[in-house]
């Protein structure tokens, strides 16, 4: 088997109309399509898949099953401009030798990643 590169990232959401305000309205993603069960949205390189789950229980560790990375170019703007929206910052800005990160949480728990590569890349 050779795998070819990531279609998309699913993350499980408990309330799919919060869910989808949070990535498309705080978060800015666009989105793909949107319903009652699933929903996509365009992250540059991969897509970001919501589907309704009703047992991914709101801050319950062992249900998350997804962290996205989201690529930024300003990370301390990214991080203030969702703290102004009422995201929930949980990790500040840290440097590590290739990369700038920060994490904030969706509204049911999940980690949502803030990263900036030093070279300018993406992907």
Known sequence: MQVRGVDFVGVAVPDMAKAQAFYRDTLGLTPSSEG???????????????????????????????????????????????RRSGAKVL??????????????SDPFGNSVMLHQRKDGTVG
């Open 36 to 82: 009652e069960a699933w929903a996509e949205y365009d992250a540059g390189n991969v897509t970001v898949s919501l589907y309704r789950d009703e047992s991914a229980v709101a801050g319950d560790p062992s249900q998350r099953n997804a962290t996205l990375a989201l690529a930024v170019a300003d990370i301390a703007g990214a991080v203030e401009e969702l």
């Open 91 to 104: 990790q500040e800005v840290e440097e590590y030798p290739p990369c700038y990160m920060a994490v904030v």
